[in-house]
Nanobody
Framework: VQLQASGGGLAQAGGSLRLSCAAS????????MAWFRQAPGKEREFVAS????????NYADSVKGRFTISRDNAKNTVHLQMNSLKPEDTAAYYC??????????????????WGQGTQVTVSS
């Protein structure tokens, strides 16, 4: 599956942004999906993941209660709604796909397909 992320931009602290990731191919529903982020000088870190049906989700503690991951299998898209943004949320955000039902993994090594990244910058 090929992934194309969009929706990044500049926001003020306390504001909101919505990221989208469009997937190609007819097997999108076969993949668990996730969002990761990477700030300059830091390692890529897990943000959120969602299972194939979209019923089950998993979040990093740093974003729990502020971010919501969702997917639309009819449109082959996954979204990340980001509310109450903080300057420390500034990073390049990447969508990722993992074949199968395991959506618990927080390791980037377990995800085989990646989007190109979209930059999110939060000003204080």
């Amino acid at each position: 599956v090929q992934l194309q992320a969009s929706g990044g931009g500049l926001a003020q602290a306390g504001g909101s942004l919505r990221l989208s990731c469009a997937a190609s191919g007819r097997t999108f529903i076969s993949y668990a999906m996730a969002w990761f982020r990477q700030a300059p000088g830091k390692e890529r870190e897990f943000v959120a993941s969602i299972n194939q049906s979209g019923v089950r989700t998993n979040y990093a503690d740093s974003v729990k209660g502020r971010f919501t991951i969702s997917r639309d299998n009819a449109k082959n898209t996954v979204h990340l709604q980001m509310n109450s943004l903080k300057p420390e949320d500034t990073a390049a955000y990447y969508c990722a796909a993992r074949y199968g039902s395991n959506f618990y993994s927080r390791s980037s090594a377990d995800y085989s397909s990646w989007g190109q990244g979209t930059q999110v910058t939060v000003s204080s």
